[in-house]
């Protein structure tokens, strides 16, 4: 469930017509609701109640400052990915013993930011890794809190692009080798084994992959403690999906990913870490934008939009569907038609739909892509010197721009001219 909703005919979020906010603020824009992203929050740390757990917000699907300080105030955690991430969730306020730290190339750089600034713990991927965090604790005379991220074989049966729990991914290690690294974790000095990571991918609709892999990592804790480790801690990475469509999808809900932890995972007495972030994050915002205009082409009309492939990549990138709906409905029943809806930028890849039934649409109409939160803004370029659009936050009746659209001469002056020109 979401707060963007219609009264009478008009799009609003939460308690603001989307129509005024695009009045103040031109379009395209993001747009996110915080009653929306606080909703998704607790529905993940209720599934988990009972249990001693972190939600570790995914932050790479959406690390606006407001959005890491609305989750973090909740009591998330977050997971990073990068040097940067890391930077924007203390710079957000998250305490250094909610951020855990992902990803398979940590560099040495970012190794050291992190122990100096405190963390969780890292998601160790490999060997080579290990050793890295190895020697940089110990050149700062620190230990470092690590788990290993399993790869557990596992088809997510998800987008190929997003997949990364089976063998040929080049996440994690190897669930047949996990002993064998472990033993290596326990005996280089400067760090701490505190438990096991997994993550498989995003979007997943079915929970059978998730149980496949967690009854892995069950099996596995009894295994490393048998061999003296000391597992205490669990993360079980993010990857639950949303409905990107109003009718044909249900994804299984927080509450039955929950239950499915506690029935895999729940009796080994550990601390649960997850990662979500397209749930939390996804049908939190909205991207809005105008029509700038309705060309008739052979055979088919195309709504030439403002925002483009650059703002909005995943149509381009993974065939992603998103729901295009009007932001003021017409007064009465209308019969739909097929549309292409594409962006201004110069090239075909720039289509957001093809032959999209909508309601009749007329230059300078407003329309809005749902389930654009995640993965949305985050994601976004500037090519063709297309500025990065502004996102906005709504709570209850009031809104602020959390992030400014750019100038063009900002844009411009981040280049430099060398001497010799
Ligand atoms: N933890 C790890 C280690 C991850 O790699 C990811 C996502 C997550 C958590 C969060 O997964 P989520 O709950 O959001 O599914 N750009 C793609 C999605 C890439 C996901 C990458 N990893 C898209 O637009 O669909």
Redesign the pocket.
């Known amino acids: 469930m979401d707060h963007f909703l219609y009264r009478d005919g008009a799009l609003f979020a939460e308690d603001i017509a989307v129509a005024e906010i695009a009045a103040a603020v031109e379009t395209p824009f993001y747009l996110y609701s915080t009653a929306t992203l606080l909703r998704h929050y607790r529905l993940f740390d209720e599934a988990l109640d009972g249990l001693p757990h972190l939600v570790c917000y ?1 932050m ?2 959406n690390s606006n400052q407001a959005i890491l300080r609305t989750l973090a105030e909740a009591g998330a955690g977050m ?1 990073v ?1 990068s040097g940067g991430e890391y930077a924007r969730a203390k710079a957000a306020g998250v305490s250094a013993e909610r951020i855990v730290f ?2 398979v190339g940590k560099t040495l750089a970012e190794i050291r930011m992190a122990l100096a600034g405190g963390i969780r713990q890292f ?1 160790v991927e490999s060997e080579p890794e290990l050793e890295a965090i190895s020697a940089v604790a110990v050149s700062m005379g620190v230990v470092a809190p690590i788990t290993l ?1 399993v790869n557990p074989d596992v088809d997510a049966r998800t ?1 190929a ?2 997949a ?1 729990g089976k063998s040929e991914n080049k ?1 994690g290690i190897p669930i047949a080798r996990a002993r064998e690294v472990y033993a290596q974790a326990a005996s280089l000095p400067g760090l701490k084994v505190v438990g096991i ?1 997994v ?1 498989i ?4 609709t079915q929970l059978e992959p998730f149980e496949a892999a967690y009854k892995k990592v069950a099996d596995l804790t009894d295994v490393l403690r048998a061999d003296g480790h000391e597992i205490t801690r669990l993360d079980l ?5 949303i409905p990107y469509t109003r009718s044909n999808e249900a994804p299984p809900l927080p509450t039955d990913y929950g239950a499915l932890i506690k029935r895999t995972v729940g009796h080994l007495g550990c601390e649960i870490e997850i ?8 049908n939190a915002g909205i991207l809005v934008s105008r029509v700038i205009y309705v060309k008739s082409g052979e055979g088919r009309d195309f709504l030439i939009l403002d925002a483009a492939m650059n703002d909005l ?2 149509p381009a ?2 065939d ?1 569907y998103h729901d295009i709906v009007p932001v003021v409905e017409a007064a009465a029943a209308v019969e739909l038609r097929p549309y292409d809806v594409v962006g201004p930028v110069c090239e075909s890849g720039d289509t957001f739909a093809k032959g999209r039934q909508m309601p009749p649409v007329v230059a300078g109409d407003l329309l809005a892509f749902r389930s654009a939160g ?3 803004a985050v ?1 976004a370029s500037e090519y063709n010197t297309r500025p990065l659009i502004p996102e906005v936050l709504v709570h209850g009746d009031q809104f602020a721009v959390i992030r400014a659209r750019p100038t063009f001469d900002e844009i411009i002056n981040r280049d430099t001219i060398p001497p010799w020109l």
């Open positions: 995914a790479k699907a997971d990915v992902s990803g998601n991220r987008h692009k997003i990364t996440f990571d993550h991918g995003s979007q997943l990475g993010g990857g639950l999906g990662e979500p972030g397209r749930l939390i994050a996804g990549i995943r990138m993974y992603a995640a993965y949305g994601m």
